[in-house]
């Protein structure tokens, strides 16, 4: 049809589509449940170490079996970031790329991270039903993260649209180069303040802000139109 013109939105993975949180508490209960039987206590009580110190990982390594087993942090690491994530994808989350679908945007992923860490979480999400392989490009894949220009250069050669949108939470990486790219960038406001990076803008040139706030992924099939 005539007038009609192709939208492509592209969302970040970590505390945009989910919280980033979750996955951190699933990943110490991996960790809880691999290396309890060293510490004498059980996988519970490890969890509720882990989860109530400063820094969960120190505070297993001062277990003295876990010590005395010359268990090292790269041994939670390697269990942590492998593990098979338990996620729920949120409501809201769900509701937009269902919307979103319906009015013929395509959807994409652009996120920073180990190709097996973050592929796990997108299994685990089900974010493979609404968003096609080929659309989710993951740094460690193309070998360049946000902060280049590459990842949404690679998505540009993926899919072709004549609008690009980039939706994301961290001021660092992820509208600078959309900005640049002449997408429009939105940045998901952090509203219980539980993300994992700061969203402060306070320190960063205007290159970096966000065109565009929104307090809910709901609101993003609105901005779309008029196609
Ligand atoms: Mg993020």
Redesign the pocket.
């Known amino acids: 049809m005539k007038g009609v013109r192709k939208i492509c939105m592209a969302f970040?993975?970590?505390?945009?589509l989910f919280k980033?949180r979750e996955y951190v508490k699933t990943g110490w209960r991996a960790v809880a449940e691999a290396f309890y039987t060293f510490a004498d206590m059980s996988a519970e009580e490890l969890y509720n170490l882990m989860a109530s110190a400063p820094d969960a990982f120190d505070a297993l390594i001062a277990i003295p079996g876990i010590k005395s087993a010359n268990l090292q942090i790269a041994d939670f690491l390697g269990v942590y970031r492998a593990h098979k994530p338990t996620l729920t994808l949120p409501h809201d989350t769900e509701l937009a790329l269902h919307r979103l679908s319906e009015r013929g945007v395509a959807l994409a992923i652009i996120?920073d991270g180990r190709t097996l860490t973050q592929r796990n979480k997108i299994e685990a999400l089900g974010l493979d039903k609404f968003i096609p392989s080929d659309n989710i490009i993951v740094s460690e894949e193309v070998g360049a993260d946000k902060l280049t220009p590459e990842p949404f250069k690679c998505l540009m050669t993926r899919q072709s649209a004549d609008r690009y949108y980039m939706v994301?939470?961290?001021p660092i990486k992820?509208f600078y180069h959309p900005n640049l790219l002449g997408w429009t960038s939105i940045m998901l406001r952090d509203r219980e303040g539980i993300?994992v990076?700061s969203q402060s803008l306070d320190d960063k040139e205007p290159d970096y802000w966000p065109q565009i706030f929104i307090d809910n992924l709901t609101q993003l099939p609105d901005l779309c139109l008029p196609l």
Not at 12 to 16: G, V
């Open positions: 970040d993975l970590d505390d945009t980033e996120t994301g939470d961290n992820d993300n990076p």
